[in-house]
């Protein structure tokens, strides 16, 4: 890291699966993960619950003393669906808005291992980035290959030309837990120029949202 600017992270958001996987490897990776953002000072901001990896992260992270923050939509809270989330938890009517809320308090996310959902959480992050509606670095931690597929077809998307080499950038990879924080500290992004001018922001109602968060 010597000779690299580094960005101050405080909090990172992860995606990951709310099953725990075939390969044990994804539940131990996921409890390491939330150890080193203990160690290195960095509070979580996650989907809530407790259930698969979701669990595991926050699990460990709230171990190491360090803020917790779950993000649910109140429809899984219906008959405690998901289990109880690890610390704080904030409800919200919409998956939209939760991932609104996600990106205005984070500095940074990660996606584990998952299903569906954690990849429509990842993609929309990447998509938002490349739109320049946020800045923020973006990395999959590589259990045991997870995501060989996923970073082959996004390099065979950028050789057929759907994807441009600077967007690429954007999606960050690493096999273990501190190499992929020291990548994200490492992010700069690099904005596309036409898509750069475009102006976004948040509505009048999800910045009172916002503002109700930042007071809890």
Known sequence: MEG????????????CGANSGKDVAFVNASFHLGEVLGKRKIDLVYGGGKLGLMGCVSTAVAQHERQVLGIIPSAFTVNNLVGETCGKEIKVATMQERLVMMMELLDAFIALPGGFGTLEELFQMISWAQLSIHNKPIGVLNINGFFNGLLSFVDHAVKQEFITPRARKILISATTADELVDKLQA????????????KWSPSSSQKEKLDLTLRL
């Open 4 to 15: 690299v600017s580094v960005r101050k992270i405080k909090k990172i958001c992860v995606f």
């Open 187 to 198: 992010f700069r992004f690099e904005s596309d120029p036409a898509l750069s001018k475009l």
